[in-house]
């Protein structure tokens, strides 16, 4: 199972989300073997003046935040991350620079998904990879 957040100014995200959103499906299904049809992303267009970050960073900066269920190897972990920064910028034209990923892994147990815990779940993707 997985989560995304995907934060950014207002005027700069909105006009990518579904592109941005296609790119970060890709990305799960390719480094994490996640199936096709699981994508769960939610966009939080901010306005400029609610949304700080440093001088180093354009109005491009985009926080994407992916929650999902713990089990992946660090190896995994690090493809999707790098696949995300390789294919941001070169479909969207957004640096590294301007992006930031975090994962956040938790137990199944955690997680409460069509009336169950998550890991009472019948799952039809691995989790392990």
Not at 21 to 35: G, K, Q, R
Not at 88 to 117: A, C, Y
Request: negative net charge; glycine residues 4%; hydrophobic residues 35%.
């Amino acid at each position: 199972m997985g989560q995304i957040k995907i934060y950014g100014v207002k005027d700069r995200l909105n006009p990518i989300k579904e592109t941005l959103s296609n790119i970060i499906h890709e990305c799960m299904i390719e480094a994490l073997e996640y199936p096709s049809d699981k994508k769960f992303h939610r966009f939080f267009p901010m306005e400029k003046e609610d949304f700080y970050f440093s001088s180093e960073r354009t109005e491009t900066y985009t926080i994407i935040e992916v929650s999902m269920f713990e089990g992946r190897t660090i190896e995994t972990k690090k493809q999707l991350i790098k696949l995300l920064f390789e294919r941001i910028n070169s479909q969207l034209n957004i640096s590294p620079q301007d992006v930031e990923i975090t994962i956040f892994e938790t137990p199944k147990h955690n997680w409460g998904i069509r009336g169950l815990p998550g890991d009472e779940l019948v799952l039809n993707y691995k989790v392990n990879v």
